[in-house]
């Protein structure tokens, strides 16, 4: 039953997608932790450049705040509240995680969407796993990002992963697919991203994807 | 709609685990605590002990582990790594204590259950006597 509740919230809620990036999703996960990050991220002929911003009260209570800018003019900003459940076992971590989320008419206009994600992600020294699921308005989607970590042993490391993301819309569907880069200095991290449709049938879809970001974290 | 289906069927698979994974946790973190009062150590002449910590295993992610330590009044700052150094391969951490201070073992402990991590037991050691 309680399984039941939580299926239908999921599915009636709309959520706000964005990519996952290492700050918000890895870091900060300790008390009290902050950090920021700017992203740059073309398609659709269109460029984004998000300035995100996320405080960690403790380890399974986070709040982030997204706010988009198109050719310098502001978009709805987004809130959320991502809840996490970490285990750690030997020299696995995981954590399960729910996303309340809501997207505030900042650019002017009136409407305020509420949205939910779930997601899980796992990793271990050479190993780096995310699926996540979510719904936004017409939207309905799934994000996969699997690949390997290779630490220097100095506070730095290199991540490639592969990004699947697949979304059904009223304008049609689409999956986009490829690799991405991550790159951690201490509390430093840099991410670039490029995918390109492997399956298209939105009609308000054209061509890759490009996202590049730089955050810290403290 | 296939898409759709798939989602929704995604999001209902990751939610049935997750009262599972909150249960889970809480029995280690239970487990955790039971440990840390079972743990004892030494104090070594060169001040320099090794604390093996489950799930540490990402750099970035234990920068606020490292970071409170690195606050306790008995790490020694002045060494290398300002005397706190994170090993992701093996799940552990190198710390090393100001002269004539104890280790404050409750402290310690604290400092990485707040990082998000789990801390299994700490012993007299160094990195350097582990390459050996």
């Given amino acids: 039953m309680k399984h039941s509740i939580l299926f239908f919230l999921t599915a009636s809620v709309s959520i706000t997608a964005v990519a996952h990036q290492p700050i918000m999703d890895m870091a900060p996960r300790w008390n009290n932790g902050y950090g920021v990050q700017t992203r740059v991220e073309h398609a659709n002929s269109e460029t984004t450049t998000w300035v995100e911003g996320v405080y960690t009260f403790k380890p399974s209570v986070r709040m982030t705040l997204k ?15 991502p809840l996490k459940r970490y285990t750690n076992e030997g020299s696995l971590t995981y954590n399960w995680s729910i996303t309340p ?13 509420a949205g939910l994600s779930v997601s899980y992600s796992s990793e271990t020294p050479g190993l780096y796993q995310l699926y996540d699921a979510y719904t936004l308005g017409d939207k ?9 970590s290779f630490p220097d042993g100095n506070g730095s490391s290199w991540f490639t992963l592969w990004d699947v993301s ?3 819309s009223d304008s049609g569907q689409r999956v986009l697919t490829g690799p991405v880069l991550v790159y951690f200095k201490r509390n430093v991290v840099m991410r ?3 995918k390109v449709p492997a399956y298209d049938h939105d009609d308000e879809w054209k ?12 | 709609m296939f898409i759709k289906t798939l989602a929704i069927a995604l999001l209902y698979t990751l939610l049935v685990p997750f ?19 079972e743990i004892t150590y030494e104090k070594t002449q060169n001040n320099n002990y090794i604390v093996s910590v489950h799930g540490i295993v990402c750099e970035l992610c234990s920068y606020g582990v490292a970071k409170n330590i690195r606050k306790l009044s008995f790490i020694d700052a002045t060494q290398a790594d300002n005397g706190v150094k994170v090993d992701v391969e093996n799940q552990r951490i190198f710390i090393t204590l100001l002269d004539n201070t104890p280790l404050d073992k409750a402290a310690l402990f604290k400092a990485i259950e707040s990082g998000g991590y789990k801390p299994i037991e700490v012993i007299a050691g160094s990195q350097e006597e582990e390459q050996e």
């Fill in chain 2, 19 to 37: 009262s599972f994974a909150q249960n889970n946790s809480v029995d280690s973190q239970e487990i955790a605590t039971e440990k840390t009062h």
């Fill in chain 1, 166 to 168: 697949a979304q059904d």
């Fill in chain 1, 140 to 148: 309905t989607g799934i994000d996969v990002n699997v690949g390997w």
């Fill in chain 1, 67 to 81: 706010v988009p800018y198109v050719d310098g003019e502001m978009g709805n900003a987004i809130l959320a509240v």
């Fill in chain 1, 101 to 113: 989320s809501v997207r505030m008419p900042t650019d002017g206009g009136n409407d305020w969407d």
């Fill in chain 1, 192 to 194: 670039a991203e490029y």
């Fill in chain 1, 207 to 218: 061509g890759n994807f490009i996202n590049f970001g730089i955050g810290i974290v403290y």
